[in-house]
């Protein structure tokens, strides 16, 4: 071990033939994983249909928030069986570690652009439940330094810790070494800058990148000293479920469309 790093999120990606128009696979995933940020971007050279739980950051008036997500479960098969991984899930001591470095991370972050004395922790280690999976996730806010901007804002706390690691500059260097491909929009932002000052955006996970017929879906997991292996892989697979379920009712959706006169 090198000592350099407490934690890195190492992402693995799916690429796969898309046999359906791009909404179609959006119409799916507001019936079938409604989420916090749900979003249907077009470009000439690439489409982005997202699900996304995670806020980036953002900018209410002269407040600051985020909002991050670290701890996975995959959902239950019945109310029982979820209770039972939403309790081990608050219990577990890595799982509690890691959040409870990552909010820290963020607190940080928020810390550059907020006056002093105002960041609050509004929630800690809230459960929040999705199709596929359950997270835990935390609230910090503060308020806005006199003179900084959305932009300011954007650059103090972009990337997330929650999709790189901590520290951050440290982890994203090993994840340029380690992952075999660029990332590309994963693990980005998703959002706006409104004409107030507001901002509000998603960080680009659960979210599915289309180049003309090829779609990759991109999922990570939290790497720390005692990490299981098995466990971070089948963690990236849950969280990418809800994505790839999605590609069978859209397909049939789509030729459903065409095959009508």
């Given at each position: ?19 359906a128009d ?11 994983n ?10 000439n050279?690439?489409?982005l ?5 995670e806020p ?8 600051v928030?985020s ?7 995959a959902?239950?098969k019945?109310?029982?069986?979820d209770?039972?991984?939403a309790?081990?899930?608050?219990e ?10 990552l ?17 609050e ?6 459960l929040?439940?999705y ?6 996730t ?11 901007t ?16 901590a520290?951050?500059?440290?982890a994203?260097q090993?994840i340029?070494?380690?992952?075999p ?9 998703v959002?706006?800058?409104d ?11 659960r979210?599915m990148?289309?180049?003309?017929s ?32 999605a590609v069978?009712?859209?397909?049939r959706?789509?030729r ?6």
């Amino acid at each position: 071990l090198a000592g350099d790093i407490f934690q890195v999120v190492l992402s693995q990606r799916f690429d796969f033939d898309l046999n359906a128009d791009s909404f179609d696979v959006y119409r799916v995933l507001r019936q079938t994983n409604p989420s916090p940020y749900m979003y249907y971007v077009r470009h000439n050279e690439v489409t982005l249909v997202g699900c996304s739980p995670e806020p980036m950051v953002q900018v209410l008036g002269d407040r600051v928030i985020s909002r991050p997500i670290a701890g996975t479960r995959a959902r239950g098969k019945n109310e029982e069986e979820d209770r039972k991984l939403a309790a081990e899930l608050r219990e577990h001591p890595k799982e509690i570690a890691e959040h409870v470095m990552l909010v820290d991370l963020a607190r940080n972050d928020l810390g550059r652009v907020s006056r002093f004395g105002t960041l609050e922790i509004d929630e800690m280690m809230t459960l929040e439940n999705y199709s596929h999976v359950m997270h835990l996730t935390s609230q910090i806010s503060g308020k806005l330094t006199k003179g900084k901007t959305p932009i300011d804002v954007i650059e103090a706390t972009f990337p997330a810790g929650t999709v790189s690691g901590a520290p951050k500059v440290r982890a994203m260097q090993i994840i340029d070494d380690l992952e075999p491909t660029k990332r590309g929009p994963y693990a980005g932002i998703v959002g706006y800058f409104d004409l107030s000052g507001n901002v509000d955006n998603a960080i680009a996970i659960r979210t599915m990148v289309i180049t003309e017929s090829i779609a990759s879906v991109q999922a990570g997991a939290g790497i720390v000293a005692d990490s299981d292996p098995e466990s971070e892989y089948q963690e990236c697979w849950n969280k990418a479920a809800a994505l790839l379920a999605a590609v069978i009712p859209a397909e049939r959706m789509t030729r459903k469309r065409k095959e009508s006169p």
